[in-house]
């Protein structure tokens, strides 16, 4: 399965990649509705947090909403979700994520659009 793999120290925080994903998936460029965050570190680099559908999220969902799909990508079916955010709390990345506008919590899918607008090379995709 190819995922969204980072290379943090070529990370510059423009935060195309969070905007291409927000405008994806929720049709708008707010960031705190990006599947992928940019974090400020405090010696000045950068933490890239994205799912790497490791699939400990799975086992947490109280409602089996969270599955891995066939082809390895851990997906949220929303209508399932009982929105307890217990996903949220739990995954060991960080890589889930919620907004006070949207009632189900959200993860990155691995579909790439965020990588093509990279102008740094700091995320691409990976065969794993």
Not at 94 to 100: D, L, R, V
Request: with cysteine; glycine share 8%.
């Amino acid at each position: 399965m190819k995922i969204v793999a980072k290379k943090p120290e070529l990370c510059d925080g423009c935060g195309i990649c969070e905007e291409t994903c927000a405008q994806a998936w929720f049709k708008e460029k707010d960031k705190e509705k990006s599947a992928i965050r940019i974090m400020d570190n405090p010696n000045g680099d950068f933490n890239i947090v994205v799912c790497d559908h490791c699939g400990e999220c799975v086992d947490v969902c109280p409602v089996e909403a969270i599955k891995t799909a066939k082809s390895g990508i851990v997906t949220i079916k929303d209508s399932d979700c009982v929105e307890c955010y217990s996903c949220v709390g739990f995954c060991p990345k960080g890589a889930m994520f919620k907004h006070p506008e949207e009632p189900v919590p959200f993860k990155c899918t691995s579909c790439g659009k965020c990588v093509k607008e990279c102008p740094t090379g700091a995320i691409y995709m990976e065969e794993v």
